[in-house]
């Protein structure tokens, strides 16, 4: 069902405010401008199924079983190996004897490391993957 | 030509390489403390719709908030909004940056639906 709001983009304003999403509009159930100076901005007068289209990043769903598939671009797979190793290395130098310990925060620090440059790496320049420029191709002049 | 990915079993197979004794759920539990991580930066984007109620100015988007399917949105950053016109067409509507708004239209909503 389609709104009686001709000019959105005109007549309607977002904002966010903690975790709510506020909307705004100055026109009345019928579409018309609210002639008043003062309170012309209220809450959206009228009921919309499916009236708004939210774009996000999302997060990730959670993985619950050893068959699940990981929610999340290839090239970021490989930085959550080097976490959960990160994670288990430093168990590891939590229970080791000294000298093992030594090793183990070593290691953990290395695959700390190659987990957030592989996310600064490929977190920011995921959508060039799917949207960025991958060749020049010149105009066809002939 | 196949995409090469990392499933959860393939994942677990090599941290055991290391770890032989590390226990499942340990690690499911640390791949999904890394999902959570990985999601604070821009790795998924999403669309979702919403109904929209007459009256009503708060619409929720934290973690209990769902899509009008029933689906929850999973919402990290909300970067764009559209309205449905008279025409049933999508439209960008402009954000408002500066929210020290005059007007708290809350008198038809419940107190539990205030931003907190």
Redesign the interface.
């Known amino acids: 069902m389609?709104?009686?709001?001709?000019?959105?983009?005109k007549s309607?304003?977002?904002?966010?405010?903690?975790?709510?999403?506020?909307?705004?509009s100055n026109v009345d159930?019928s579409?018309n401008t609210r002639t008043t100076d003062?309170?012309q901005?209220?809450?959206?007068?009228?009921?919309?199924?499916?009236?708004?289209?939210?774009?996000?990043?999302?997060?990730?769903?959670?993985?619950?079983?050893?068959?699940?598939?990981?929610?999340?671009?290839?090239t970021?797979?490989?930085?959550?190996?080097d976490?959960?190793?990160r994670?288990?290395y430093m168990d590891?130098a939590a229970k080791g004897r000294q000298e093992d310990s030594a090793v183990s925060l070593s290691l953990a620090r290395e695959h700390n490391r190659k987990?957030k440059e592989g996310?600064r790496k490929y977190?920011?320049r995921?959508?060039e993957k799917t949207g960025g420029t991958r060749a020049v191709v010149p105009y066809d002049l002939t | 030509m196949a995409?090469?990915?990392?499933?959860?079993?393939n994942?677990?197979s090599?941290?055991r390489e290391?770890?032989p004794d590390?226990p499942?759920n340990y690690?499911?539990m640390?791949?999904?403390?890394?999902?959570?991580?990985?999601?604070l930066?821009?790795?998924?984007?999403?669309?979702?719709?919403?109904?929209?109620?007459?009256?009503?100015?708060?619409?929720?988007?934290?973690d209990d908030a769902i899509d009008?399917s029933g689906n929850p949105?999973?919402?990290?950053?909300?970067?764009?909004?559209?309205?449905?016109?008279?025409?049933?067409d999508?439209?960008?509507?402009?954000?408002?940056?500066d929210?020290n708004?005059?007007?708290n239209?809350?008198a038809?909503e419940p107190a539990i639906?205030?931003?907190?």
């Open positions: 389609a709104s009686n709001i001709k000019y959105p983009d309607m304003l977002w904002f966010i405010e903690g975790d709510k999403l506020g909307l705004l159930s579409g003062r309170k901005w209220k809450a959206i007068s009228e009921t919309v199924s499916e009236g708004i289209l939210l774009s996000y990043q999302g997060e990730p769903n959670k993985v619950t079983s050893i068959t699940s598939s990981l929610d999340i671009d290839n970021l797979q490989v930085s959550i190996v976490y959960v190793k994670c288990l590891k987990f996310v977190g920011q995921k959508r | 995409l090469h990915t990392i499933g959860v079993k994942l677990i090599r941290v290391v770890f590390a499942e690690i499911i640390l791949i999904n403390d890394a999902l959570v991580e990985l999601g930066y821009n790795v998924k984007n999403m669309k979702a719709k919403l109904d929209v109620k007459a009256d009503r100015m708060w619409y929720k988007m934290g009008v949105l999973n919402l990290n950053r909300l970067f764009r909004v559209d309205f449905m016109d008279s025409d049933g999508y439209i960008q509507i402009p954000r408002l940056l929210t708004i005059l007007l239209d809350v038809s639906d205030f931003p907190s």
